[in-house]
């Protein structure tokens, strides 16, 4: 049976549903409404005292029973055929209606095509904060779903540290769940002749980033979590609290769904961010679900990366690159 939870946060609503259904219900859609959060879980009643709750009380309070979820809500009013080609253009590119008639409001009736795309990529970069002037924290860890490219975009930032800036930099992982994760950091570590500390729990933490006092810049790699892990995010935080000189910066895969992307912004928010990466810009193949996300992220876009080889494939998160791959799906 599926159930439905309404509260102001992701988190609050997700708190509801296993409070409510059980800590083993199957969470299988997470929309936002006007401010509020909305989770669709699968399970089944528990049964309070000796008659057990019907689904008429539960639809009373806080949780509604529903029946499949509301998937075919979408397309109740298709939206009108764009006419104008920048509107067709960004339409293409998966903005939304709304988003792409803001985008565009008044910039139409002038007919000087640069004119109207200088305008446009200035709104776009308005729109997407980045944090380009900030130099890299001293020490920075990389938080994420599993496979968003954490590891990966550590090398590619400690080569660019050692091989371009001449710094001494250095590694702790705390990922040790899979043998294979710090055979992985240890390549690029003896690829650029750097120490690497692992850490199982915080106070190893401290310890490693201890010995690791003479580097100008350390990276600290973790282990890919599900932002619905509950106990393993609580883990993961008790890390930074132990060592409050760890910065993190989270990275958001740009394949993934909005509502994805979304918990993961809000969930991860357990850890210290100060920034985000975007990983596999060049696999997008949309930038309308990204665009929503980083207008309302509390912390601005510090990297993108934009393909798999080290160290080449990452930059600085830069207002007018940025715009032109949202309308061009090219940074250049
Ligand atoms: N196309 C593309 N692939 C990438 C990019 N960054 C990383 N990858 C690939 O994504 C896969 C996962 O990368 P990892 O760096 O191991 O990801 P991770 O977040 O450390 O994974 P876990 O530690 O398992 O959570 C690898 O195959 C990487 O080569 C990118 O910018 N573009
Ligand atoms: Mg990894």
Redo the contacts with the bound molecule.
């Keep these: 049976m599926i159930f439905r939870f309404q509260a102001p946060s992701i988190s609050e609503a997700l708190q509801l549903a296993r409070a409510e259904i059980g800590p083993d219900c199957v969470v299988v859609e997470v929309t936002r409404d006007q401010g509020s959060a909305l989770v669709a879980v699968e399970g089944e009643l528990p049964r309070h005292g000796a008659g057990g709750a019907s689904a008429a009380q539960w639809s009373g309070g806080a949780a509604t029973a529903l029946a499949p979820p509301p998937r075919q809500l979408r397309a109740l009013s298709p939206a009108a055929e764009p006419t104008c080609p920048l509107e067709r253009q960004l339409r293409l590119r998966g903005l939304r209606p709304g988003r792409v008639e803001a985008l565009l409001r008044g910039l139409l009736p002038n007919r000087d095509p640069a004119w109207r795309m200088a305008q446009l990529e200035r709104r776009l970069a308005l729109l997407v904060p980045s944090a380009e002037a900030t130099s890299t924290p001293r020490t920075l860890a990389l938080v ?10 550590i090398a590619k930032l400690a080569a660019e540290a050692k091989l371009d800036r001449g710094l001494e930099v250095g590694f702790v992982t705390i ?1 040790l769940f ?1 043998v294979a ?1 710090v055979d ?1 950091l240890q390549a690029y570590a003896n690829l650029l002749d750097a120490p690497l500390e692992t850490a199982s729990n915080p106070q190893e933490l401290v310890q490693a980033l201890r010995r690791l006092r003479g580097c100008q810049q350390v990276f600290v ?1 973790t ?2 979590q599900s932002p619905l892990d509950d106990a393993r995010l609580s883990e993961l935080a008790a890390f930074f609290s132990a060592s409050p000189e760890v910065e993190a910066a989270l ?1 958001l895969p740009a394949t993934a769904q909005h509502s994805q992307l979304e918990v993961a912004l809000e969930r991860f928010s357990a850890c210290p961010l100060a920034s985000l990466i975007v ?5 997008s193949v949309s930038a309308g679900d990204l665009v929503e996300l980083l207008a309302q992220a509390p912390v601005p876009l510090r990297w993108v ?4 080889r080290v160290p080449e ?1 990452i930059e600085d998160a830069r207002p007018r690159p940025l715009a032109r791959w949202i309308l061009n799906g090219r940074l250049a």
């Design positions: 994420g779903p599993t496979g968003a490219g954490k590891t990966t975009t990922d899979r994760a992985q790699d282990a890919g990275v990983s596999k810009l060049d696999e990366t934009t393909g798999q494939d």
